[in-house]
């Protein structure tokens, strides 16, 4: 069984993980991580995390959903982007110890307090993991550090185990520490204004110092018992009744969203695109005239609804003139082809029946012909989506084209669902082939439906 089987839909980290809650725990899981000698010291003197903190932490999300959401290639390439940086990191700490950010205890500290984080979460939420979940949670965690060059002997053997080296190494190991500091009551209360957010400095101020100060207090009232009482940390009255109603509240109010919106974008597009593919039965010539080539949902085909598709793909595209021009010729050129083979007037609306008795009759759909009706369109799209025309779209490839799409997650996530092999690219000739069976209504395609504006 592969990586992507265990770590997948419908496993524990798949569900877990990427949730907005997530956000409620994070500055505690850094504060941890932090505390390590290793880990503080590297953070200490080569993070640039208190020149840019936002900039940081939202590079630290999207890491942490690119090995659980993303493809085996996009996994790969993090895991060797952090390998590059980490390898780096190395020095002599303020007691004169030396230290690297590879240090396979340092790591394997980090790698478990994310598990153990979202424990937590689900815990002060309560909604605790059962035995049984935990331990398939455990399991597949491990799979995940293994990924991380992380050893069978390296990560704690089951979840007992883990909970005994949990409290060692607070215990034991986790120190206090200026990069500790700096988290708790030094520049996190100098953050900035987050980028692209209208707060005005004087309303910024008082807001930073609220906001800051419960994250602080809820981190305190929540650290392990032991290594709050080596930082002498104080909390206010009620601190940990607080964080308690916080997280029973944000389990209540997210409990009320679609499940795609609990999650933090990268996921959310994963998920999104794994339900509507898991979800939606064989198409059939009447759902795919009903649901797909119906835009208007008038029960009848008109130039309006290719049209409206037109417009659709010239969007998540932001094309240029030329390109949108060829586009709307396409549909154009297609809609042509469904009159002619429907026997339908210039005029005239194709109905259900009568592109029915064309897919009976053999009159449609017919050899794909590149210069004219759905081939045409097939052909536009693919050339599109492989600019320099060498037969394979890389990830970063199509991730700029649809950069300025409305749905640019939900696509490049359905997208990724095509790359069969896990190698971050699509070839052209496969996608032209299932485009193609999607456009005629013999095989669906997330992708497409998501292109022509039908999800």
């Not at 493809?71 to 990191?89: D, P």
């Not at 979940?133 to 053997?157: C, K, M, S």
């Not at 208007?296 to 085909?301: A, E, F, I, R, T």
């Amino acid at each position: 069984m592969t990586t992507q089987d265990v770590l997948g839909p419908g496993s524990a980290t798949w569900d877990r993980l990427g949730q907005w809650r997530l956000l409620l725990v994070i500055h505690r899981a850094l504060v941890l991580q932090a505390a390590h000698p290793a880990i503080g010291a590297a953070v200490g003197q080569f993070s640039v995390y208190t020149a840019r903190p936002w900039r940081r932490f939202l590079r630290t999300l999207e890491s942490l959903q690119a090995y659980v959401y993303g493809t085996a290639s996009e996994r790969q390439r993090e895991l060797t982007r952090l390998e590059r940086l980490h390898r780096r990191m190395r020095g002599t700490d303020r007691h004169g110890r030396p230290f690297t950010a590879t240090d396979t205890q340092a790591r394997t500290w980090v790698h478990l307090t994310l598990f153990e984080a979202v424990l937590t979460l689900h815990e002060l939420g309560g909604d605790r993991l059962s035995r049984e979940e935990a331990e398939r949670f455990y399991d597949e965690w491990r799979e995940l550090g293994r990924l991380f060059g992380l050893t069978e002997a390296d990560q704690p053997a089951t979840l007992e185990d883990f909970r005994a080296y949990f409290d060692r190494v607070a215990t034991d190991v986790l120190e206090d520490n200026p990069t500790v500091r700096d988290l708790l009551s030094g520049s996190i209360f100098r953050l900035p204004v987050p980028g692209g957010l209208p707060i005005p400095a004087l309303l910024w101020g008082p807001l930073r110092y609220a906001v800051v100060s419960t994250a602080v207090q809820a981190t305190a009232a929540t650290l392990p018992e032991v290594y709050r009482e080596r930082l002498r940390l104080t909390t206010a009255p009620g601190a940990r009744l607080f964080v308690v109603g916080a997280h029973h509240a944000a389990r209540a109010v997210t409990g009320l969203l679609p499940k795609p919106w609990r999650y933090l974008p990268h996921a959310s597009a994963a998920i999104r695109a794994a339900d509507v593919v898991g979800a939606r039965p064989g198409t059939t010539p009447e759902s795919f005239f009903t649901t797909i080539l119906d835009q208007s949902g008038d029960g009848v085909l008109r130039w309006a609804d290719l049209l409206g598709m037109a417009r659709e793909v010239s969007t998540h595209f932001d094309l240029d003139e030329t390109d949108e021009n060829d586009v709307h010729d396409a549909f154009e050129s297609w809609w042509r082809q469904l009159q002619t083979a429907t026997d339908t007037p210039a005029d005239c609306a194709v109905t259900l029946t009568a592109y029915r008795a064309a897919l009976d009759d053999g009159r449609y759909p017919g050899t794909p012909d590149l210069d004219q009706g759905y081939g045409r369109v097939t052909d536009v799209v693919c050339r599109l989506i492989d600019r320099n025309h060498d037969g394979e779209v890389s990830q970063a490839e199509y991730a700029r084209l649809l950069d300025r799409s409305p749905r640019r997650h939900e696509l490049i996530a359905a997208l990724r669902s095509l790359d069969r092999d896990g190698n971050g690219t699509l070839h052209t000739d496969e996608f032209r082939t299932t485009l193609n069976a999607f456009l005629t209504g013999r095989e669906d395609l997330t992708a497409a439906r998501y292109l022509l504006g039908r999800v």
